[in-house]
């Protein structure tokens, strides 16, 4: 079972962000989706879960249903969706705000499967403890949690977290993204999460997806896709790469280490941990 995004175009107005994206995530995988501020990792996201509308281009998923055309109801069921502001409803104890995720599955009550989900979502996010709180009193980070939990109680297929991290302690960060990774693969969902850390990315995710100025320019395991080329142009900035405990890991480097190193650099100068990868080169658009 796939998720697949052939020649996605979707904009603001006259304005197009995404021009042509294609992209193939298969159930069991978490392809992480990088690139810079603006690129349209967002809006090719919210497409996705069906909040943003395209003009061209097609979304299926299992071989031929567009998920653009399903109900609401039934493409919650399906798709879950963790986006990048909290925006949780006023009024609302923890535990109500995540048995919203349900709400595509019971009439008019809750039935004690769905209690079951929710108290699941709720251990698993650390929120067991906070329950009868009201949303409104949540720090961000806390917010950001009630939001997962709400996602993973909707039991779905696809899962899709816009940067899920970003209001989280580095505790929270790694835990978020230890269950994105163990929901993928145990509960056999196709998922993608947008994310800035490129070295969280290449600890986490089996494959990075580039986006640039709305068009995918890289795809594979992050250990092939990183390289010093791909990540200038991208992002402008100079790196080195290492791989330590297995991952590949990029590091940022300064005026004098640029200078000291030479351009493009791959050799590592972090220490026995740390060896330097070898690359693609990717031809420039
Ligand atoms: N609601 C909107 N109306 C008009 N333009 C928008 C809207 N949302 C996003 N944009 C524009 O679309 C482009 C892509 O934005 P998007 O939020 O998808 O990027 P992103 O890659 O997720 O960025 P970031 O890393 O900053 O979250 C940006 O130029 C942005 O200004």
Known sequence: ????????????????????????????????????????K???????????????????????????????RDLAKIVAYVPQSIGLSF????????????????????RDEDWVHVEAA????????????????????????????????QDPEILLLDEPTSALDIRYQWQTLEVARDV??????????????????????????????????????PADV??????KRVYGVDVELSVHKGFVQVHPLSDREHSHLGLHSTTSALGHNHHPVKHRDYATA
């Open 226 to 231: 990183y390289s010093p080329e791909l990540i």
């Open 122 to 153: 709720m251990q698993r996010m650390g929120l067991d403890e906070l329950g009868d709180r009201s949303v409104t009193e949540l720090s961000g980070g806390q917010g950001q949690r009630v939001l997962i939990a709400r996602a993973l109680a």
């Open 42 to 72: 967002s809006t090719l996201i919210k497409t996705i879960a069906g909040i943003n509308s395209h003009t061209k281009g097609s979304i299926t998923w299992n071989g031929g249903t567009d998920l653009t055309k399903l109900a609401r």
């Open 1 to 40: 079972m796939t998720l697949k995004i052939d020649s996605l175009e979707v904009g603001y107005g006259k304005r197009q962000v995404v021009k042509g994206a294609n992209l193939k995530v298969e159930k069991g995988e978490l392809v992480g989706l990088l690139g810079s501020n603006g690129s349209g």
């Open 184 to 221: 993928t693969r145990k509960k056999n969902v196709a998922a993608v999460i947008a994310i800035h850390d490129l070295n969280q990315a290449a600890r986490f995710t089996d494959r990075v997806v580039f986006l640039q100025d709305g068009v995918v320019i890289a795809d594979g395991p």
């Open 91 to 110: 009024g609302l104890d923890i535990r109500e705000a995540v048995l919203l995720g349900r709400t595509p599955y019971f009439g008019t009550r809750p």
